[in-house]
């Protein structure tokens, strides 16, 4: 296992235009997160699943805001109507249970760059 | 509430010295677990540290060490002979359950040769 894949690396769209991301998660990691993060902060946690279970939402994912996990494996993020503001670093990662009480923490992926012009 | 602060937002050294990142931490409870991450430029957070509220001793891993004071709400972070290498985004996390990271705005280290 190559560990977590993102695509695209980067996108550029025009504001008001739909863009989706996928995350492929390593395969044997049943829980799967997305995090946000604009330029000079550190992430910001978006969502996560638990299996095809959406578990969490932050309330910046606002209602434009759409995940997915349909079989429990790869995530989909879809932005509907993209707005300057959403122009970010969208960080998936995965893990097993209680990633945070595992040695390894979670394990994370490159990153879709977003930039909304 | 949680918050991570972060107070350096760029560091530069010349190589061989040793570099400190700060990191204090709020938090109401009292189980909870800090982390430190690397982002080199190529964009993935590295995992380098699990720290949980229980347990304070120090940690060293090769060049790497870790000073966690729950006195002061601390878990700072020594790079001990600093490489080209290490240069990247450093960033202190807190969690307080098993799923959400709470991130600092992370600290820029710059190693010159």
């Known amino acids: 296992d190559t560990g977590v894949s993102q695509d695209p690396r980067h996108k550029i769209t025009k504001r008001g235009q739909n863009v989706t991301f996928r995350c492929d998660p390593i395969?044997?990691?049943?829980?799967l997160y997305w995090y946000r993060q604009t330029l000079g902060q550190g992430p910001e946690f978006l969502t996560y699943?638990?299996?095809?279970?959406?578990?969490?939402k932050s309330r910046l994912l606002s209602d434009r805001f759409s995940a997915e996990r349909p079989k429990g494996s790869f995530s989909t993020l879809e932005i509907q109507r993209t707005e300057q503001g959403d122009s970010a670093m969208y960080l998936c990662?995965?893990?097993?249970?209680?990633?945070?009480?595992?040695?390894?923490?979670?394990?994370f992926g490159s990153g879709t760059r977003l930039t909304v012009v | 509430a949680q918050k991570v602060t972060q107070a350096q937002t760029e560091i530069s050294v010349v190589e061989k010295e040793d570099v400190t990142l700060d990191c204090v931490y709020e938090?109401?409870?009292?189980?909870?677990?800090l982390f430190w991450y690397k982002q080199p430029p190529s964009g993935e957070l590295v995992f380098l540290i699990r720290?949980?509220?229980?347990?304070?001793q120090n940690e060293i891993s090769g060049r790497y060490s870790w000073n966690f004071q729950k006195s002061t709400s601390s878990f700072n972070f020594t790079i001990t002979a600093s490489q080209v290498v290490d240069s990247a985004v450093y960033f202190c996390?807190?969690?307080?359950?098993?799923?959400?990271?709470?991130f600092g705005a992370g600290t820029t280290v710059t190693v010159r040769a």
């Open positions: 990662a995965s893990s097993l249970d209680r990633a945070t009480q595992a040695n390894y923490g979670y394990t």
């Open positions: 395969s044997e990691h049943n829980r």
């Open positions: 699943f638990q299996n095809e279970a959406q578990l969490e």
């Open positions: 938090t109401r409870d009292t189980t909870y677990y």
């Open positions: 720290r949980n509220s229980f347990d304070e």
């Open positions: 996390a807190l969690s307080h359950n098993d799923y959400k990271l709470s």
